[in-house]
């Protein structure tokens, strides 16, 4: 790593830095067993500053083994959820004590700005963790008075339990790694399961160092595994693993179902949290300046790599000009930079092939007849930065429309009446997030019923808290995070009657 970078994150983030990496399977740290490594670059320079291993199909086989072999046996289904709790809540000291250092890791290894590792990244995964671990003493059956009705005379007594569903692969994307991790570990560990987490090729250091912690916070080793390596060959063997009860998978739309596929011969459980092409939905009476500020934070957050970024903006054709004008103001004032650098507004996108691919979108609008309003394409180099960018004259059938850019790209669209702003808002495969802007609350209550999405915000965008359930509608996923219904994700029902 260059000096000046070194110079600006702690001596603690220098030391895991400078140590050899290992991936974590049962209580110790191992080499991939055909000792290949991943190179880990950091996206402000385009310089590889880490190497991981490269993990395989026999490094997830152990992995799974490791977990099974703690599920089935020794401390793990011995502990009482209380004390499951307890672990849990020291884990969630444990990465708020180092908070500063996973934050500086994870600006290095993703690019975002570490003022938002920090304070959202950090903050959310300690919150997240205090809260499912609170689950962990509330998992609950129900007794049931039942008839059967072809034995009127005979009398039972019947009750449901909840059981940890047992090995969960864990697979996540890289655009909140540590964040992602602890939305999975969280309600496994809190249920009674055990995991394989096998973090993005892109972004695997948080997880590494999560595994430090996980064993310092005392839980027993082979409860948590970590396999760091490509998604076709570690995450595909996780997703296809006969031992692996459940997966629960984050990331693109494309592979989720690849990983549908890969589980249904074993009939794994699955969870898909994908990928989304949110609308952003200013109705005629809202204020333009607090919509166009609130336009520009959904998409330009993360550098628009959020699963739920407000990537079509939809609004009322009497305000068009003002707020699509107001936000091309505001992207074309950002100021880039690494995400070490407190000044900067937006980092790098997370590698050269996000980049590549997310100005392919934007030239691909532009030959099929968008107007950028703001940026347009790359800057900077040698990192993998890309102008915050605004496209109009759009059409609704346009791939820019349509498909997923994950980027900092947003497409302004006007529409006339409600009844169209509904329609234009619901058509895309996707159906993860929503917001509305207006203070018309009739008008917003008759709407959200009305919207395919799995969270509708009114007045604010991508906010999101561990209470409230998180998914998607249509191809945006399967199931539900956070909140109790996460519970339900990584536990079976087991339906009990007793002739009494
Ligand atoms: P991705 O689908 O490319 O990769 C996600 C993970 O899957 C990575 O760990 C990768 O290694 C692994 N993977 C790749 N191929 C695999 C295969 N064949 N079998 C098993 N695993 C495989 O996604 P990404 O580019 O890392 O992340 C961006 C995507 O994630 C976007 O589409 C975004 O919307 C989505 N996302 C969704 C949510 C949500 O909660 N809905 C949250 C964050 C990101």
């Known amino acids: 790593m260059d000096m000046n970078t070194r110079h600006l994150i702690s001596e603690a983030a220098n030391a895991f830095l400078a140590a050899p990496k290992r991936m974590l399977i049962g209580a110790e740290w191992v080499e991939a067993a055909d000792g290949a490594l991943l190179d880990v670059r950091n996206p402000a320079t385009g310089e590889t500053f880490a190497r991981v291993p490269a993990g395989k199909a026999a490094d997830v086989d152990r992995a799974v083994r490791a977990a099974r072999a703690a599920f089935e046996g020794g401390p793990w289904p011995a502990l009482?959820?209380?004390?499951?709790?307890?672990?849990?809540?020291?884990?969630?000291?444990?990465?708020?004590?180092?908070?500063?250092?996973?934050?500086?890791?994870?600006?290095?290894?993703?690019?975002?700005?570490?003022?938002?590792?920090?304070?959202?990244?950090?903050?959310?995964?300690?919150?997240?963790?205090?809260?499912?671990?609170?689950?962990?003493?509330?998992?609950?059956?129900?007794?049931?008075?039942?008839?059967?009705?072809?034995?009127?005379?005979?009398?039972?007594?019947?009750?449901?339990?909840?059981?940890?569903?047992?090995?969960?692969?864990?697979?996540?994307?890289?655009?909140?790694?540590?964040?992602?991790?602890?939305?999975?570990?969280?309600?496994?560990?809190?249920?009674?399961?055990?995991?394989?987490?096998?973090?993005?090729?892109e972004t695997p250091l948080t997880a590494l160092r999560l595994g430090e912690l996980i064993l310092e916070a005392g839980i027993p080793p082979g409860v948590v595994n970590i396999v760091t390596g490509l998604g076709?060959?570690?995450?595909?063997?996780?997703?296809?693993?006969?031992?692996?009860?459940?997966?629960?998978?984050?990331g693109s739309t494309a592979v989720g179902k690849l990983v549908q596929r890969?589980?249904?011969?074993?009939?794994?459980?699955?969870?898909?949290?994908?990928?989304?092409?949110?609308?952003?939905?200013?109705?005629?009476?809202?204020?333009?300046?607090?919509?166009?500020?609130?336009?520009?934070?959904?998409?330009?957050?993360?550098?628009?790599?959020?699963?739920?970024?407000?990537?079509?903006?939809?609004?009322?054709?009497?305000?068009?000009?003002?707020?699509?004008?107001?936000?091309?103001?505001?992207?074309?004032?950002?100021?880039?930079?690494?995400?070490?650098?407190?000044?900067?507004?937006?980092?790098?996108?997370?590698?050269?092939?996000?980049?590549?691919?997310?100005?392919?979108?934007?030239?691909?609008?532009?030959?099929?007849?968008?107007?950028?309003?703001?940026?347009?394409g790359r800057a900077g180099e040698p990192g993998y930065f890309v102008q915050p960018t605004v496209l109009v004259d759009v059409r609704q059938d346009m791939r820019v429309v349509q498909e997923e850019i994950f980027g900092p790209v947003v497409v302004a669209l006007p529409y006339d009446d409600v009844d169209e702003a509904v329609a234009l808002a619901n058509d895309t495969p996707y159906g993860l997030g929503a917001s509305i802007w207006s203070n018309d609350l009739a008008r917003v209550h008759r709407m959200i019923p009305r919207i395919k999405a799995g969270t509708v915000w009114v007045n604010c965008h991508s906010m999101l808290d561990a209470s409230l359930p998180f998914g998607g509608f249509k191809q945006s996923g399967i199931g539900r995070e956070m909140g109790r219904a996460a519970l339900d994700m990584f536990t079976e029902t087991k339906a009990v009657m007793m002739a009494v």
């Open 80 to 201: 009482s959820p209380a004390q499951r709790e307890r672990l849990l809540l020291a884990l969630a000291d444990r990465v708020e004590a180092n908070a500063q250092e996973l934050a500086e890791i994870e600006s290095l290894d993703n690019g975002k700005s570490l003022g938002l590792a920090r304070h959202v990244d950090m903050a959310m995964a300690v919150d997240f963790l205090r809260y499912m671990a609170g689950w962990a003493t509330k998992i609950e059956g129900a007794t049931h008075d039942v008839s059967v009705p072809f034995m009127p005379q005979a009398r039972f007594f019947a009750w449901t339990r909840r059981e940890p569903v047992g090995v969960v692969g864990a697979i996540i994307p890289w655009n909140f790694p540590l964040l992602m991790a602890a939305w999975k570990i969280g309600p496994a560990l809190a249920a009674g399961c055990t995991v394989v987490l096998k973090p993005a090729e």
């Open 232 to 250: 076709e060959t570690a995450g595909a063997a996780l997703a296809g693993h006969p031992g692996v009860a459940k997966i629960a998978f984050t």
């Open 262 to 376: 890969a589980a249904i011969d074993n009939m794994t459980r699955v969870s898909l949290e994908l990928g989304g092409k949110s609308p952003v939905i200013v109705l005629d009476d809202a204020d333009p300046a607090q919509a166009a500020a609130g336009a520009a934070q959904a998409i330009f957050f993360n550098q628009g790599q959020v699963c739920t970024a407000g990537s079509r903006l939809y609004v009322q054709r009497k305000l068009f000009d003002q707020v699509v004008g107001e936000l091309a103001g505001i992207a074309s004032r950002m100021k880039l930079g690494p995400g070490l650098d407190p000044a900067s507004e937006l980092g790098p996108l997370v590698s050269e092939a996000q980049r590549d691919r997310v100005c392919g979108y934007i030239d691909g609008g532009v030959a099929q007849g968008a107007r950028v309003a703001a940026g347009g």
